[in-house]
């Protein structure tokens, strides 16, 4: 494992874009983006993707390199844009800083967005609004992966629900993750490492679990599998809760804002590769027009604290709270550098051949 500093990856990152046609502005949006995931410890989502979810989709035409936003509504306290096939990250900021003013103005703000494409870590949108002191929320749809409680198919994305908090430690409560017992960012960190996946993350088509990782990677385009929902498999351990907030996240990402949905964003059609055209949506929430900032954050403090202060578990060291590790991960990876594997150096070394970038 070799180890490369958040300034140096990140510059890879930004000239790599900018090679990719990106304007230099938007080059540095998207690497903040990646770079924040990779400083949390969260290796699914940083520069991972950097080849096989963003430049090589642009090479293939299925990205626009050029994020045009339009304006398609614009209220008071609501807006909807179209991302026009352009950079997730793009025209998340955009839309989450337009949340935020909204939000700072009128007491809440809401943003929707369609025809996107992947935006990374969810987590760094609602970080925008504790920021500056707001809580934020966010979420998208995706390719399906998921199948519905007592179904064998991907019909679902991994459309993740996620919350920020703003508290008095030094760390926000920032809770990021799928709608699925995992996503599929995690089993190519396990396809990395060659790990078979444990038993229960994903369902085959005849009902039963799978733990081959490359062919798992390969059937959940195909069909032949399906990532379980939050839960598990069946409604024994409460699968249709991960199920039912999927699709709550589902339908608040494309009926909002007339996106697409479900199958439709598979990013096929009629077997060639086409534009995905995500949908996301963004809400800020000022806690000045319900309480003094200071006191909620105090309040949210204390419970956090009595949480990971209450009794644990025989042989368990601490109990976390969200965001916890990932401000761990970050204070170690300051003096460390992210890791970077032996399959990353190999992307890492395809794009360099591609634009003759280095780290």
């Known amino acids: 494992m070799r180890y490369v500093s958040f300034d140096k990856l990140e510059e890879f990152m930004v000239k790599t874009f900018i090679s990719a046609g990106l304007p230099a502005e938007d080059a540095a949006i998207c ?8 400083k949390r410890g969260i290796d699914s989502h940083g520069i991972g993707r950097l080849k096989p979810i963003y430049i090589d989709r642009i090479r293939e035409g299925i990205i626009n390199p050029i994020t045009k936003i339009d304006v398609i509504k ?3 306290t609501t807006a909807v844009l179209d991302g026009n096939n352009g950079m997730g990250q793009v025209v998340s900021k955009y839309a989450m800083e337009l ?9 809440m703000g809401m943003v929707a ?4 494409n992947h935006y990374g870590i969810a987590g760094y949108y609602p970080t925008m609004a504790t920021e500056k002191g707001l809580i934020g929320i966010t979420g998208t749809n995706a390719r399906p992966s998921i199948a519905p409680t007592f179904g064998i198919e991907n019909m679902l994305g991994t459309n993740p629900l996620t919350f920020g908090i703003p508290t008095d430690e030094a760390f926000p409560f920032v809770l990021d993750c799928a709608t699925s017992i ?10 990395r490492v060659g790990k078979d996946l444990p038993a229960g993350w994903v369902i085959g088509s005849d009902g039963e679990p799978r733990t081959d990782t490359e062919a798992v990677l390969r059937d959940l385009v195909t069909g032949g599998a ?6 598990g498999i069946g409604e024994k351990l409460g699968g249709y809760k991960g199920y039912g907030y999927a699709a709550v996240v589902e339908i608040l990402s494309a009926a909002l804002q007339g996106g697409a949905f479900l199958r439709a964003l598979s990013g096929m059609s009629d077997g060639k590769k086409v534009p995905y055209n995500l949908g996301h949506f963004f809400i800020a929430i000022d806690v000045e027009a319900f309480t003094s900032l200071d006191e909620f954050k105090k309040t949210t403090g204390d419970i956090l604290r009595e949480l990971r202060a209450s009794k644990k578990a025989p042989g368990v060291e601490r109990i976390y709270t969200a965001g916890e590790k990932e401000y761990l991960a970050f204070v170690e990876r300051t003096e460390t550098g992210v890791p970077i594997n032996e399959a990353l150096e190999k992307d890492i070394e395809a794009l360099h051949e591609m634009y003759g970038v280095t780290i």
Request: charged residues 30%; without cysteine; hydrophobic residues 40%.
């Open 31 to 38: 690497a903040d983006v990646l770079i924040e995931s990779d």
């Open 74 to 76: 614009d209220g008071p």
């Open 99 to 107: 949340a935020i003013e909204k939000a700072q103005k009128f007491g």
């Open 113 to 116: 967005v369609r025809n996107s």
């Open 182 to 191: 995992t996503q599929r960012g995690k089993i190519e960190v396990y396809q």
């Open 226 to 231: 399906a990532l379980a929902p939050l839960g």
